[in-house]
Structure formats: structure tokens, C-alpha cells
């Protein structure tokens, strides 16, 4: 796995994460601005079904805002690598403020007009996606190594904890007044976009500025021959996109037990949310699981757990027992959330973890779209005991291929000389910023360029010889 960052970045920030103040703007102001959008979603929908009446004209609404997952993941990766990840945050914070504040004017002057929303919707979730893409990789840039997982852990909490608050948010917000909770996400996305303006860290590496050669469709096709030359990463995606499936499976098949049990619908808002809870708490013990197991062990232990798991939902006895095996199944996902992230940004090389964080989420997303339609079709055509038998037998065979693509000596040999990999570019970094501290002290610093965004103090000259040379040592290559 690659795991290069700035020396100087990563030896002088605090062993905390607590203790690290770019990592916390950036970790709060994502995490506002995941709030705001979570409200907005919800609120769509409310806004388009109340005004007009038409199922029909919220889902296209929906459609929209949803579209940006298939359409524009591979090109924002492949430019999100190529623009500077700080200018590109602000910038879509910026477009947000604009097209939701336009939303929130109509709104308060009466004057929906459907082709509007869909408008904002799609580009609201577009510019999302380019924001999500650069921080994922940016937060890379301003943690040391070994605090990597559990910076993912905390930006999965964080997203399971917009999900629990955003959409009740929303309603609230639309109950009180219809145009209130875009008014909230424009407020949300001012906050993120002010936050981002604080963060002293450059937030891409000095290979990641050199301009690459070839147009849009070069850049995105080296990101897969990338994902495809890595024999694990490869499997691994095929782990995720394969279970996704099933999960668009299992929620539905909860509103169909909840419904044929006698529950209503705040009985499956309840159970969502706890599923939401576990998920964080899954994501916030993660780093616990990879400190001692490895995200070898995980990918094949949460695999089969779930294996164990999706089978009992169809025999439940109750809502009860039903609402612990959904929570146990989410609490596994929050921990195999963080892996699986950790593992891609891992193995991508600076330069590359916009195209590999779009690829993930464009099988991910893709697989969401075919388990919708598995779904439906699945529990139309037989029963939900049935059903869950057959997304439990389809989760056997994943585990299986799970442990037969990450179990053996071979796979636990090349974790071994991973980890030793890690080790000694680690060791590279903190010696050649050992080198760049001792030339400071010598030659004394040099004032930042004011007018660079993102500028921090430049040492002496000397030392920013040493730095390339303590980069270039520590660049590691792929699995």
C-alpha cells in the first residue's frame, strides 16, 4: 500500500486527533455541510409533494438529485486530482450557498417551479460529490500515518451522524416554515466554506501539483488500469459492490416485516435510527478492530458474520429481535466502512485518490441502483422468509470468496511486508523532517507567501532539498 504524505505535515501535528486543528476544521466543516444536505433531502421531497400533490413530480425531483452518483463520479475524481483540493471545496461550498439559496428565495416568494428543483438538486449533489472526493484525500494530507484509521473512523461517525440528524432536521425545519430548511443548508455550507478558509496545511502533496500529462479521459482511465493492477483492492471492491446489493435487499424487507407484523411507519423511522446509532458506533470502535485484527481479518470477519446474521431476519419471532440482528448487521458496516475506505485511500498514491475514491462510490452506487430493482423484484415474487434465505445464502458465497481472497499465507505475507512497507517510509519521513527542523534552526525561516491560499512558513532552501529527498525515499509502491 502507498502511504505518502509530507513529512513536515505529519511529524509536527500532535499524536491526538483532538489535538489537530486543520483535521478538526475540516472534519467539522465536511460534517456541517453533510448536515445541511441531509436536511435538504428530506425536504425535496416535502416541498414537491405538498406544493403539487404528484408522487410523479417528487420522484423525478429525487431522480435529480440522484443522477450525479452515476453521472459525475469518474470525472470528478479524474479533476479533483488535478485542481487544488482546497480552491475545489470552497468553490463548490460557494455553488452550494448559490443554488440552494435560489431554492430558499423561490420557496419564500411561492414561486416553485419543478425544473428548478431538479436543477439545484442535480447540481447541488454534484458539486457534493467534487467536496466529498477532495476532503476524503485531503484529510490524508493533514493527519500523520499512524492516526490514518482513526481519521476515517471519525469522518464515518460523522456521516452516520448527519444521517440521524439531518432528515429530522428538515421535517422540523419545513414544519415551521417551507423555505427554513434550505435557509439551513446555505447556513451550513457558509460554515464549512469559512473553516476551510482556516486550514493552514497544504492539502495535496508536492508530486500531486505537477500538472499530468493527457486530457480528462486519459487521467480517468489511468485511475482504473490503477484499481485493476491492485489484485487486492480489486477483490476487495468486489466484496463491496456484490454486498451492497444485498443491503438495498434488507431495507427494503424491513418496511415489508414492519408492515406485515402490524408496526407503522414511526416503527421503521424508529429502527432506522438505531441502525444509524449503531453504524456510528461501529465507525468510532473501528480503529479499535484494526489496531488488533488488520483490515485483512476484518473484510473476512464482518463478511461472515453477515453471512450468520441475514438469515435470522426472516425468522425473527418479533420486532424486537428483528431491530438487534438489523443493528448488529449496521454495526459490522460502520466497521467495514472505515476498512474499506482506509484500504483504498491506503493503496492510492496522493495523485490518484480523487479517481479511486469516485471509482468505490461509483460501484457503490451503481450496486445500490441493482439491488433496488433485485429488491423489488425479489420480495414481489415470494416471501419475506424466502427472500431472506436467499439474500443469506448469496452472503454465504460472498464470505466465502472472502476468505478464499484474503485468507492463506500469501495474502497474510503481504499484509506482513505492507505494514514493514509503512514502517520505513514512516521512518523516511520523520528522519528527512528531523533534517528540515535542523536546517530551520541554522538558516532560520523564510516569510510564506501571503498570496498563496493554503501557504504555511518555507524553511531554508537547504531544507527543502531535504524534504524532496525524505518524500522521494518514502514513496511506497502498490500492492
Request: net charge positive; with cysteine; aromatic share 6%.
Amino acid at each position: 500500500m502507498s502511504a505518502v504524505g509530507h513529512p513536515a505535515a505529519t511529524s509536527r501535528q500532535p499524536g491526538r486527533l483532538t489535538g489537530n486543528r486543520d483535521f478538526l476544521l475540516l472534519w467539522v466543516g465536511s460534517g456541517v455541510s453533510a448536515l445541511g444536505s441531509r436536511a435538504t433531502s428530506i425536504s425535496y421531497t416535502l416541498l414537491v409533494f405538498w406544493s403539487t400533490g404528484s408522487a410523479t413530480a417528487a420522484s423525478l425531483v429525487t431522480f435529480a438529485a440522484l443522477l450525479p452518483n452515476l453521472v459525475t463520479q469518474l470525472p470528478a475524481g479524474a479533476l479533483v486530482d488535478r485542481w487544488d483540493r482546497r480552491r475545489t471545496m470552497v468553490l463548490c461550498n460557494a455553488g452550494r450557498i448559490v443554488a440552494i439559496g435560489s431554492v430558499a428565495v423561490a420557496v419564500a416568494r411561492d414561486a416553485v417551479w419543478l425544473p428548478h428543483l431538479m436543477a439545484v438538486a442535480f447540481v447541488e449533489a454534484s458539486l457534493g460529490i467534487c467536496y466529498a472526493l477532495a476532503e476524503r484525500a485531503a484529510v490524508f494530507n493533514v493527519v500523520p500515518a499512524e492516526r490514518y484509521g482513526a481519521a476515517t473512523a471519525a469522518n464515518e461517525s460523522r456521516a452516520n451522524a448527519a444521517s440521524i440528524l439531518g432528515q429530522p432536521a428538515g421535517t422540523l425545519l419545513y414544519a415551521l416554515t417551507r423555505w427554513a430548511p434550505f435557509g439551513f443548508a446555505v447556513l451550513m455550507h457558509l460554515v464549512s466554506l469559512v473553516t476551510l478558509l482556516f486550514v493552514r496545511r497544504d492539502l495535496q502533496a508536492p508530486k500531486a501539483r505537477a500538472e499530468e500529462p493527457g486530457g480528462l479521459l486519459a487521467r480517468m482511465r489511468e485511475g482504473f488500469a490503477f484499481v485493476w493492477g491492485q489484485l487486492y483492492l480489486r477483490r476487495a471492491l468486489g466484496l463491496f459492490a456484490a454486498s451492497n446489493i444485498l443491503f438495498q435487499v434488507l431495507g427494503l424487507g424491513l418496511v415489508v416485516i414492519v408492515k406485515a407484523r402490524g408496526g407503522s411507519p414511526p416503527t421503521v423511522g424508529m429502527l432506522l435510527v438505531v441502525n444509524s446509532v449503531l453504524g456510528m458506533a461501529g465507525a468510532m470502535t473501528s480503529n479499535f478492530y484494526l489496531s488488533r485484527w488488520g483490515i485483512r481479518r476484518i473484510i473476512m470477519g464482518v463478511n461472515i458474520a453477515w453471512a450468520v446474521l441475514m438469515p435470522l431476519i426472516g425468522l425473527a419471532p418479533d420486532l424486537v429481535v428483528l431491530g438487534a440482528i438489523f443493528a448488529l448487521i449496521h454495526y459490522g458496516a460502520g466497521i467495514s466502512n472505515v476498512a474499506g475506505m482506509l484500504y483504498v485511500l491506503q493503496s492510492a498514491p496522493d495523485h490518484l485518490r480523487g479517481r479511486a475514491g469516485s471509482i468505490v462510490m461509483l460501484l457503490s452506487s451503481g450496486a445500490n441502483s441493482l439491488g433496488a430493482l433485485f429488491a423489488g423484484f425479489l420480495l414481489d415474487s415470494t416471501d419475506i422468509t424466502t427472500a431472506m434465505l436467499i439474500v443469506g445464502g448469496a452472503m454465504g458465497v460472498i464470505a466465502v470468496l472472502a476468505v478464499l481472497g484474503f485468507g492463506g499465507r500469501a495474502r497474510a505475507e503481504a499484509e506482513r511486508a505492507e505494514a514493514a512497507e509503512r514502517e520505513r517510509a514512516e521512518a523516511a519521513e520523520r528522519a528527512g523532517s528531523q533534517l528540515v527542523e535542523a536546517e530551520a534552526e541554522r538558516d532560520g525561516p523564510e516569510p510564506a507567501d501571503a498570496g498563496s491560499p493554503g501557504s504555511r512558513p518555507v524553511v531554508g532552501r537547504g531544507a527543502g532539498r531535504a524534504g524532496r529527498a525524505a518524500r522521494d525515499g518514502g514513496d511506497m509502491d502498490g500492492i
